[in-house]
């Protein structure tokens, strides 16, 4: 089960399986605002003189890192996007452990609303349930979205320490 993989890891992974229809339209929007924030800026520093040479510097400087911030975060939720695509081509809904995430992850269900839906044994929802966050970890990890750090921070041991 969860023991698989470290908590940490599997909750991060259900944070985005939840997040998985809203995560690119967020942060589209956010790099959206952070470009307009970062034009209007832009536009501001030349109304007035002198002073404000100083620190205008600074402030692209901000607004660079603020874009980029965006920018990176936008690229995260995309490639968690590549991670669902695969898992769906994984466990389609036709497979009890797609149909459970669908119940989950896209209906917001709880572990008992499906064992009541689908007259499984919670034994058995969990199962499936953590078969799908598994693969999911893995999938995210050959990604690149799972790092070592995380993995270790959950007080595992590591053998070669």
């Known amino acids: 089960g ?25 942060a589209e929007k956010a790099l959206e605002k952070a470009r ?11 109304s007035s003189g002198g002073s404000k040479t100083k620190s205008a510097g600074s402030r692209v400087e ?4 603020l874009i980029v911030t965006a920018e990176k975060a936008l690229e995260t939720a995309q490639k968690w996007d590549d991670v669902f695509r695969k898992l769906d081509a994984i466990f389609p809904e036709n497979t009890s ?7 989950m992850y896209g209906n917001g269900m709880s572990q008992e609303d499906v064992c009541r839906f689908t007259h499984c044994a919670r034994v058995t929802v969990r199962r499936r ?7 999911a970890a893995m999938l995210a990890a050959t990604m690149g979205l799972i790092k070592t750090e995380e993995v270790k921070s959950d007080g595992g041991t590591d053998p070669e320490e």
């Open 97 to 103: 452990e797609g149909f459970v995430a669908s119940l």
């Open 36 to 46: 307009e924030k970062a034009a209007a800026m832009g536009s501001s520093q030349t």
């Open 129 to 135: 349930r953590d078969r799908y966050v598994n693969y």
């Open 2 to 26: 969860v023991g698989m993989i470290p908590e940490n890891i599997y909750a991060l992974v259900e944070k985005r399986l939840k997040e998985r229809w809203t995560a690119i339209p967020k």
């Open 62 to 65: 901000r607004m660079a890192i």
